[in-house]
C-alpha cells in the first residue's frame, strides 16, 4: 500500500471505544460545552487520513464507517456505534450512510445529516448552519468533500448536542472496494469550526 494511504484513524476495540466516549462526555460536561460561543474548546482540530472497505462486497470485520467521538474508523453491526457508514453503487461512486438507513437501532435513532456542494475540502473552514440531508443516502464522487452534523450521545449534556465534521474521497480500489480519504472531526460539542488547530467556535 502507498505511504500516502497509510491509516491515521485507528479503530479501537469494543471496551476501549465505550469508555472513550463515556471519556468524551464527562469532560465535555468539565469543560461547559453548552454554548459553544462563551465556552472554550478543549480538544485541536486536524486533517487525518482514513481507509475504509465498502459496505458490501468486503468482510463483514472490515472498517466500514466513522465514528465521530473517537476520530475513528469502525466496523458496522448491531450495536449502531458509527454515525456514517460507506459503500460503493454500481457506477463507482461513493455513498454515504447515516447510521439510521443501515438499520434500526433498538436504543434510539440519532439525527446524523450529510451537507454536499459547499466547496473544495480545504476551503469548508465551518460546518454549514443548515442544508443538511437526514436519513437519506448521500452520493459523491471522489475529490467531492462533504460536512457531516451528527447528534451524539455525548453530548446529550450539551444545548447543541452535535459533532462536525468534513471529508472527502480521494480515490477508490474498486477491485478491493475500498477508499482512501481524508477527513477533519471537531469533537468539541456544538463546534462547527473545521480549520486546523484550537476551534474558536
Request: aromatic share 8%.
Amino acid at each position: 500500500m502507498k505511504l500516502a494511504h497509510t491509516l491515521l484513524f485507528r479503530r479501537p476495540a469494543g471496551p476501549q471505544r465505550l469508555t472513550l466516549v463515556a471519556l468524551l462526555a464527562a469532560m465535555c460536561t468539565v469543560a461547559a460545552c453548552d454554548d459553544p460561543y462563551t465556552a472554550k474548546a478543549s480538544y485541536v482540530n486536524s486533517s487525518q487520513a482514513f481507509q475504509l472497505y465498502a459496505l458490501t462486497g468486503t468482510a463483514t470485520n472490515l472498517s466500514s464507517a466513522l465514528l465521530l467521538p473517537v476520530k475513528s474508523v469502525t466496523r458496522v453491526d448491531g450495536t449502531f456505534a458509527f454515525d456514517v457508514a460507506f459503500d460503493i453503487n454500481a457506477a463507482g461512486k461513493i455513498m454515504v450512510i447515516p447510521a439510521n438507513v443501515v438499520g434500526q437501532n433498538t436504543n434510539g435513532a440519532r439525527a446524523v445529516g450529510v451537507a454536499t456542494n459547499i466547496g473544495s475540502y480545504a476551503a469548508i473552514l465551518e460546518a454549514p448552519l443548515g442544508g443538511y440531508t437526514f436519513d437519506s443516502v448521500t452520493v459523491v464522487s471522489v475529490g467531492q468533500a462533504f460536512v457531516i452534523k451528527a447528534q451524539e450521545t455525548a453530548c446529550g449534556g450539551s444545548m447543541t448536542p452535535y459533532l462536525y465534521a468534513k471529508a472527502v474521497v480521494d480515490s477508490l480500489d474498486l477491485t478491493k472496494r475500498t477508499m482512501f480519504g481524508h477527513a477533519t472531526i471537531n469533537i468539541n460539542c456544538g463546534f462547527r469550526s473545521l480549520r486546523d488547530g484550537l476551534p474558536a467556535y
